[in-house]
Nanobody, 120 residues
Framework: QVQLVESGGGLVQAGGSLRLSCAASGSISSLNVMGWYRQAPGKQRELVATITSGGSTNYADSVKGRFFISRDNTKNTVDLQMNGLKPEDTAVYYC??????????????WGKGTLVTVSS
């Protein structure tokens, strides 16, 4: 029972920047991984970046050096700063959280998504 709400999507020209935000609410344990995924037209959803509750980050090769993920554990928010945007970054971006509910069990929750369109 976790709800995720994304914001910050929009239309931007190539080379521009956007900052996405996600606010989580509900039953969130201290052990969790939050992240951003994206789904472009005709493609499957793919990982963009993740960040653990301890602050460890992971990025897709395609966004390394351009995108930066951060979180605020006290507010249960996660942001994605996107710089140097390219047309191939166009996609619906989804906020995600994986919550460890038991030692061997993980629950996954998704936001509804926010559209990022990068024009050339």
């Amino acid at each position: 029972q976790v709800q995720l709400v994304e914001s910050g999507g929009g239309l931007v020209q190539a080379g521009g920047s956007l900052r996405l935000s996600c606010a989580a609410s509900g039953s969130i344990s201290s052990l969790n991984v939050m992240g951003w995924y994206r789904q472009a037209p005709g493609k499957q959803r793919e990982l963009v970046a993740t960040i653990t509750s301890g602050g460890s980050t992971n990025y897709a090769d395609s966004v390394k050096g351009r995108f930066f993920i951060s979180r605020d554990n006290t507010k249960n928010t996660v942001d994605l700063q996107m710089n140097g945007l390219k047309p191939e970054d166009t996609a619906v971006y989804y906020c995600n959280i994986n919550v460890i509910v038991r030692q061997y069990s993980v629950n996954t929750y998704w936001g509804k998504g926010t559209l990022v369109t990068v024009s050339s």
